[in-house]
Nanobody, 124 residues
Framework: QVQLVESGGGLVQAGGSLRLSCAAS????????MGWFRQAPGKEREFVAG????????AYADSVKGRFTISRDNGKNTVYLQMNSLKPEDTAVYYC?????????????????WGQGTQVTVSS
């Protein structure tokens, strides 16, 4: 029902900013909660940020709270992750995911659709 394509990754210096985009194709984008997850080599996937299907609530991992902002534009079928004050430990492949009528929480098992990921590398 939903296909997701991430973009906007790249190489940045520590302290810099980057904005990731996740473009969705398919039906009923506005009915899906959207989440961002990341995975570094040799490490487990972790939750980064989420936004409810209604857009009325957001959630963030403690490690990114205050630095990252998730938002969505249902008219463009796109969810964004604005990343500021980037740190080397933010280096990972970032994935967006969709959860029908979800709350945008941290439970990856509740997300039915996943993108291919985009690489973010933060240098010291």
């Amino acid at each position: 029902q939903v296909q997701l394509v991430e973009s906007g990754g790249g190489l940045v210096q520590a302290g810099g900013s980057l904005r990731l985009s996740c473009a969705a194709s398919g039906s009923a984008f506005s009915s899906y909660a959207m989440g961002w997850f990341r995975q570094a080599p040799g490490k487990e996937r972790e939750f980064v940020a989420g936004i409810s299907w209604s857009g009325g609530s957001t959630a963030y991992a403690d490690s990114v709270k205050g630095r990252f902002t998730i938002s969505r534009d249902n008219g463009k079928n796109t969810v964004y992750l604005q990343m500021n004050s980037l740190k080397p430990e933010d280096t990972a492949v970032y994935y967006c995911a969709a959860d029908l009528y979800g709350s945008g929480n941290a439970l990856s098992t509740e997300y039915e659709y996943w993108g291919q990921g985009t690489q973010v590398t933060v240098s010291s």
